[in-house]
Every structure is written in C-alpha cells, then in structure tokens.
C-alpha cells in the first residue's frame, strides 16, 4: 500500500517529536530529583530521633531557664548538619541524663581553631567566644554568610563604614572580587588587635594586606584601576620605608581611611584633592598650617580644581626624600618638573593670569643653566620662594618681597648689596622685560651679529667664487718666510688650546640636553667639570693674551708688530678694492702690506672681545662680589653681553679665521705657520709686494731661481724670485 506524500511526513514528523521528548525528559530527570531534593526539608539522622522527642519541643528550656530546644531542620541545615547529637555531647550515653553533664567542647573537633581564637581578639568574651560569633551551636551557617551582618553585632560603626565605602559598594553589586572582613583582617579565628605586630592589619603589615588585591596585575586589570603598583611604590616611599623599620610613619588606612574608604575624586575622600592636606595634616601640622596661608593654599580654599595639594609636588604614593635624586622635589627635578608643570603651562598661564615667562626665564638664567649641566647646590624656585609657605612678591611675609630680596640671595651670596634695589629676577637674555640697560645691549647685538655675519660670509663666498674661477690654488715652491716667531707662536697655541674649549663648554651650559654636552653632564653632578674647565680656559685665555702684550713691551724689535696692526686708511681702500676685484669689476688685485685689512680685522675684534668677555665671565664668575658692590642689572647685563658676544666670537673664528688659515685656495689644506712659524714666499711676493721688496731692500732675501711653471696669482705684479734668511722676528 502506497500512503500518500503528505500522510508519510505527518507521520515522520510525529515520531520525531515523541523521540526528542523522551531524550529530554531522560536528561532532566536527575536534575528533577536534585530540586525535589532542595526543595524538601533536610531530616534528621535516624539515631538522633529518641534526643529530638523532647529537645525537638519548642519550648523547652533547663533547670535555670536557658533555651535547649533544638529546631532539627535547621540543624540539618547547618555546617553541623551531619553531625549527630552524641557526637559532639559524648558524656550522654542513655535516658534520663546524668545530673551533671559535661558540656560540648569545640575544641573536640575544632582544635586548632580553639588554639587560634584562645590567642585572638575575639577570646574576650571567655567560655561564649564562639556562639558569640558563630551564634546557636545547632545553627551554624557558613563565614561566608555571616559577615558582615554577624561583625556588625560588635563593630555596628565600622560594618556601616564599610556598607558606604567602594569596597562595600562593590559586594553589595555582586562583585566576586569584593572584600569581606576577613579578607582584610585575617581568618576568624586568628584576628588579632590593630595594635598587636603579628594582626594582619598592623601597621607595618598593612601593605600587604591591600597588596593582596592592589598588587595584582589581574585584579587592576579585570577592574580598570588607573593607578599602578600603588603598594610597590609605597614601600619605595619614606613612609613605606620608615614602616618597615618600625618607626611611626603614614599607613594605607592613615591616608585612605579603614572601613569607609571612598575614591579619590569623590569631595569626601580623605585623598580626594579638597581633603588631602587635611589628611595628610595629621602629621605633618605645622607644614600643613604653612601651606594653607600660602598662595597655593588660599587657591586651593577658593575653589581652584587646578591648585596643587600635596600629592601634586610629593606624589602620592612614591613619596620620596628631596635628597633622592628620583625625587620630585630634588634641586634637580623641582623647577624643570615639578614647578614647572603648572607654571609653564600655557592653558593654566592664561587661566590663572600668572605670568607665562617665570620658568624659560628661570631656565636662560645664571642659576638654571647651572643647575641643567647637573649643579646640585645652584638656586632653585624653592631657594627663593619658599616651599610650603609660598607667598605673593606683594606679601611682606614672602621671601621674593622687595623688601626681604638681600636677605633671600644672601643665603648663597653673602653680603649681598641692600643698597641697591636688586630688581627683576626673572630676566630672559634674549627675550622678555628687562632692564633698558640688558635691552639695549639686546638691541645693539640683534643688529651687530648679522650684519656682521652676513659681511664674512658674503666676503668670503665672493673670495672663494673669484679664486675658483681664476682656477687659483697653492702654489709651494719650496720658498718660506718666518711668518712668527716662537713667542708670537706660545701666544698663540695658549689661544688655540683655550678658545676652543671656552665655546665648547659655554655653549653645553647653554644647551645642555644636547647629546655632545652629555659627558659633562655625567661628570658635572659629582664634579662640576664643565664649569671648573670653562673657568680654566678662560684663565689660560686671558694668561695668553696678558702674555703676548708683556712680551711686545720687552721685545722691542717685536713692538713693530703693533704698529704695522694699526689700522690706516689705505685698510678700507684695500677693502673696497679687494671687493671690486672679486666681484669682476677690477682688473688688478688689490696689494696688501704686511698685514691685510682682514687681519686687522680680526686682530682687533679678537682683543675687543677678549676684553669683553673677560671683564662679563668675571662677574658671572664672582656673582657674589658683583651683588655685593652693583646693582643686579649689572650682572644681567653681563649675562646677555657674555652670550652674544660668545656667538659672534664663535661664529666669526668659523667664518673668518677659519677661512684665511684653511679653505682659502692659496693655503688650502692648512696654514702651518701656526706650527713653524713659516709662510710661503709666494704668497708674499704676489699678494703683497711691497712688503716683499722692503724684504728685499732690507737685505733680508736672497735670489733663487723661480720654477717655471709658477703662475701669476691673481695678476699681481711679478717679483723676481727671493729667499728669505733665517731670522726671529715675525715679518
């Protein structure tokens, strides 16, 4: 028989169901025994039976009127739920019961915890400890359940404490990770007394109470805490340190509190940023009652969010000492970091009305470029502010008063002039209000170095342009001329020895995060290595030059020198010319005599400014005399004349002096004369001729045959071919 389509997949459809119910219902089943079995009340053992007949009467009491009524499913449903009733009362064998009977001791079975709690906080209510704590002997329900509504029989303040703070809130969310009582306190039966060393919230055992949550990477994780290794850092700090030594120092629960701690950005915290000097007010008073009448303080009182409080300038929990290197408020870190993280911020600046240039200033001064190349005893803000009691200039009381200035600076520079009005600190060499003096020295050196720059390096590319051009290079014959003799020589190898080490350590004070000023900030925190080495090139600088002039004084055949360096009119013809001639619009080069205008030049702007910065670095360099008999605007005027004319002396050896003994084709690759005191004749004979002939004149050269391939330098007008003799004098 064929069943229709339709009938076949109705069938099919019904006998799939009928299977699918019976799996299920096999599936289920024992999950149904177990709920039918919760769901029943647990029943007493068998032999207990006889005992519940009459303890099960509830209203049965003693002799002397105590409760002995057991309610047997309650019992069953307790941790001594398996237990039977001569398991614990074993004196009890038969009916009627002895006259006396022992009582059920924990201790039977419970051991060690009796040991513990004997020893506890808890052993103070004697023989009921633990009722007192675990209730009805029949009745007892797991720890777990019992906190903290069992605590708060005892501890009704603390467990509401608790119930408000963040730890509460999160177990009354339903947080696994939240913590009871015993989490932080310890096992019941082992709590001890805050005051005992060996409770588990002790003071010196605090930290790792909390680290047992707020030093898990896990946990702050799983919890998105912002703040990380909070108890690693307080171990590191002064306090976490002073606690493991035993000694009276700030604890977890001093700062955040015990039972009711809140976040910190709630008003209520005792961390929060409103209550934070109050708390940590509990042991530092007086610091506290500095810092509320300063000007930090009052803005703090007046609702200012961004005012510091302490953890701002200490840190919060890696609070270390000022003496710490890694410190915050190191003379290292306080002004570049730390003051400088409000006060060089330019939303706050603007905000706050306070004046934007306090900290670049701070750090193009005298005491800030000190401290950069790793100074640790130079002037820092709190040198001059004040830490704690900071006050506005305009405060008597305050340590920048006009008034109290001789006072605040002669801290580190004795005797400091009260006489003068010392003036504004806070002076930039380059920018910012300063004294007329200071600005007009900026004024003339804004103008003066490139001018003077731009004429080198013009000068020099037109020289350079025309040489190459007229394919002109050095030409050595053989031939020389003493161009210096050993004392112009020891003159100047004293100014080549020194110069170059007074611009390489001047410049890495002023730069001093530059990766070529690094050694001497490594060296410069133990041994101030750059400032002693600039000091001792500026004494070899000056012994140099005081050098050379004592020896033009006794040398009376040398004293020429002076005189052929005066500058003369035919200096500025020779200049034109010498331009002219580059420049293509001369024909005939120009012909120098002994010495050329350049050299001339540099002679005197060498002397100028040997004069310049030695009188500018000996006032920097004795800043405590300067004070003591100038006005402070001398010492900022010697500040920005010493820079600049620091840049216009490095700059001009680069350009111009560099130029004439090196890159310059007809003594390229180098000038020797600074080492054997020589010159090529030739460059004599072409460049300057009548210098050469007076030579010549003199008696001083001798004829040599010149080489045939010798070219015509420039055009200048051909001498015949002479050799000097030897002679001492420079020519």
């Avoid at 069943?3 to 069938?11: A, G, I, K, V």
């Avoid at 009871?180 to 019941?188: A, E, F, M, N, R």
């Avoid at 600039?534 to 012994?543: D, G, M, N």
Wanted: charged share 20%.
């Amino acid at each position: 028989m064929v069943w229709p389509q339709n009938r076949r997949h109705s069938t099919t459809r019904r006998l799939r169901r009928i299977f699918s119910s019976s799996l299920l219902f096999l599936a289920s089943f024992p999950l149904l025994l177990l709920a039918r079995q919760r769901e029943e009340p647990a029943q007493p053992p068998k032999q207990d039976e006889a005992c519940l007949a009459c303890h099960g009467q509830l209203d049965m009491k003693s002799e002397k009127g105590r409760s002995i009524s057991i309610r047997p499913e309650k019992h069953a449903a307790s941790v001594h739920g398996t237990l039977g009733c001569t398991d614990c009362h074993t004196s009890i064998k038969d009916f009627p019961h002895p006259a006396k009977i022992r009582k059920a001791e924990c201790a039977s079975c419970h051991a060690d915890q009796a040991t513990d709690a004997a020893k506890s906080v808890h052993s103070i209510p004697g023989e009921t400890a633990c009722s007192s704590c675990h209730g009805n002997v029949h009745e007892i329900a797991p720890a777990a359940k019992m906190q903290p509504g069992k605590c708060a029989e005892c501890h009704a303040d603390e467990v509401k404490e608790f119930a408000e703070s963040v730890h509460g809130r999160a177990a009354t969310s339903g947080d696994p990770d939240a913590p009871t009582c015993l989490s932080c306190h310890g096992p019941v039966h082992k709590i001890q007394a805050f005051s005992e060393p060996t409770s588990a919230v002790a003071r010196r055992n605090q930290p790792a109470a909390c680290a047992a949550c707020h030093a898990n990477a896990e946990f702050l994780s799983r919890h998105k805490i912002p703040v990380l290794h909070p108890v690693e850092q307080y171990l590191e700090s002064v306090h976490g340190r002073a606690v493991l030594r035993g000694k009276g120092a700030a604890t977890c629960s001093d700062c955040h509190g015990g039972h009711g701690i809140l976040p910190a950005w709630e008003a209520q915290s005792k961390v929060s940023h409103w209550n934070v000097v109050g708390t940590c007010a509990q042991c530092h008073k007086e610091i506290a009652r500095q810092f509320n009448e300063s000007v930090h303080g009052a803005a703090l009182r007046n609702g200012a969010r961004d005012a510091p409080d302490c953890t701002n300038c200490h840190g919060e929990h890696l609070i270390l000492d000022p003496k710490n290197p890694a410190s915050a408020l190191s003379a290292a870190n306080i002004s570049a970091q730390t003051c400088a993280r409000c006060h060089a911020d330019t939303r706050l600046t603007a905000r706050y009305g306070l004046p934007a240039d306090r900290v670049p200033s701070y750090a193009d001064s005298y005491h800030g470029l000190a401290l950069r190349e790793g100074s640790l005893t130079a002037a820092n803000c709190g040198s001059c502010h004040g830490v704690h009691d900071i006050l506005p200039s305009s405060d008597s009381r305050s340590m920048v008063n006009a008034a109290n200035l001789a006072k605040t600076c002669g801290q580190c520079h004795p005797g400091v002039n009260e006489e003068f009005a010392i003036g504004p600190v806070h002076v930039q060499t380059s920018t910012g209000p300063a004294h007329p003096v200071v600005q007009w020295i900026r004024g003339i050196y804004w103008v003066l170095i490139p001018l003077t720059l731009g004429f080198m390096v013009l000068h020099n590319l037109l020289d350079l342009v025309a040489k190459t051009r007229r394919r002109l290079s050095r030409r050595d014959s053989g031939e020389q001329i003493e161009r210096m003799n050993l004392w112009f020589r020891i003159a100047h190898w004293g100014v080549m020895l020194s110069f170059p080490t007074l611009v390489f350590t001047g410049f890495a004070l002023k730069y001093p995060d530059s990766w070529w000023a690094a050694p001497f900030l490594l060296w410069g925190k133990h041994y101030a290595f750059r400032g002693r080495l600039h000091r001792a090139a500026a004494v070899v600088l000056i012994a140099a030059t005081l050098y050379h002039f004592v020896h033009l004084a006794v040398n009376r055949r040398d004293r020429g020198f002076l005189r052929a360096m005066l500058p003369k009119w035919k200096d500025v013809t020779d200049l034109f010319n010498a331009l002219h001639y580059n420049s293509g619009l001369r024909k005939d080069p120009p012909q120098f005599a002994k010495f050329s205008y350049a050299e001339k030049l540099e002679y005197w702007a060498f002397l100028w400014g040997t004069v310049v910065m030695g009188v500018s670095g000996f006032l920097l360099w004795f800043n405590s005399f300067a004070l003591r008999h100038f006005p402070k605007w001398i010492t900022d005027a010697a500040t920005a004349v010493h820079w600049y004319e620091a840049l216009l002396a490095a700059f001009s050896i680069l350009l111009w002096h560099f130029y004439m003994v090196i890159f310059d084709p007809l003594v390229y690759p180098m000038d020797l004369a600074w080492w054997n005191g020589k010159a090529p004749a030739e460059h004599y004979r072409h460049m300057r001729p009548q210098y050469f002939q007076s030579l010549e004149r003199g008696g001083l050269a001798e004829s040599l045959p010149e080489p045939a391939d010798a070219p015509a330098s420039g055009g200048a007008p051909e001498a015949p071919p002479k050799t000097p003799l030897p002679g001492k004098n420079q020519r």
